[in-house]
Antibody, heavy 123, light 108 residues
Framework: QVQLQESGPGLVKPSGTLSLTCAVS?????????WSWIRQPPGKGLEWIGE???????NYNPSLKGRVTISVDKSKNEFSLRLSSVTASDTAVYYC????????????????WGKGTTVTVSS | DIQMTQSPSSLSASVGDRVTITCRAG??????LNWYQQKPGKAPKLLIY???TLQSGVPSRFSGSGSGTDFTLTISSLQTEDFATYYC??????????FGQGTRLEIK
């Protein structure tokens, strides 16, 4: 059974850097999936942050204006998110997810999600 | 960015009702449309991908249709466990990946 588990500080100071890790179990992170981060501000909808493949080549949401870095650690079977220069608007529940592909149709979808971790930006 | 617009934003219905939620894409996305269900305090759960393919384990009362820019999610006979928020998401070969704003389905 594939499982994802987010971890990291729940409180980050303004102008600081948010760092989260997603531990992957039940599947090798080197398999053919995209490993994604999505966030949800309190009471609001879902925002895709970005993703990476096991070999690198990340894709990021331009709305985050170069503040995002997503990386993979194959030795630990985990991937990470770093978001710099945070403000109160970055307060959210952060989810990691696996984006896979139906091999017959070629369509992509996010089929496995972590439970989410709440990050608050406050001094 | 491809904007995804859901309607209605909220909906009240009763157990046993047939419910339809609409999602409109800002440009054509063929059938690259997924639907998710989210309950309070929980992660989203994939219901349907490729506009109409039911994810394994999802009850058959859920169905999806549409292509191009207009899509629908239908629940044929609402059950208590279906009261949740539903999101559409485009998976077209175009970044960033975007979600609709969500439709909150409440008990009448």
């Amino acid at each position: 059974q594939v499982q994802l588990q987010e971890s990291g500080p729940g409180l980050v100071k303004p102008s600081g850097t948010l760092s989260l890790t997603c531990a992957v179990s039940g599947v090798s992170i080197s398999r053919s999936y995209w490993w994604s981060w999505i966030r949800q501000p309190p009471g609001k909808g879902l925002e895709w942050i970005g993703e990476t493949y096991h070999s690198g080549s990340p894709n990021y949401n331009p709305s985050l204006k170069g503040r995002v870095t997503i990386s993979v650690d194959k030795s630990k079977n985990e991937f990470s998110l770093r978001l710099s220069s945070v403000t109160a608007s970055d307060t959210a529940v952060y989810y990691c997810a696996r984006r896979g592909q139906d091999l017959e149709s070629g369509y992509y979808y996010m089929d496995v999600w972590g439970k989410g971790t709440t990050v608050t930006v406050s001094s | 960015d491809i904007q995804m617009t859901q309607s209605p934003s909220s909906l009240s219905a009763s157990v046993g009702d047939r419910v339809t939620i609409t999602c409109r894409a800002g440009q054509t996305i063929s059938s690259y449309l997924n639907w998710y269900q989210q309950k309070p305090g929980k992660a989203p759960k994939l219901l349907i991908y490729a506009a109409s393919t039911l994810q394994s384990g999802v009850p058959s009362r859920f169905s999806g249709s549409g292509s191009g820019t207009d899509f629908t999610l239908t629940i044929s006979s609402l059950q208590t466990e279906d009261f949740a928020t539903y999101y559409c998401q485009q998976s077209y070969n175009n970044f960033p990946i975007t979600f609709g704003q969500g439709t909150r389905l409440e008990i009448k």
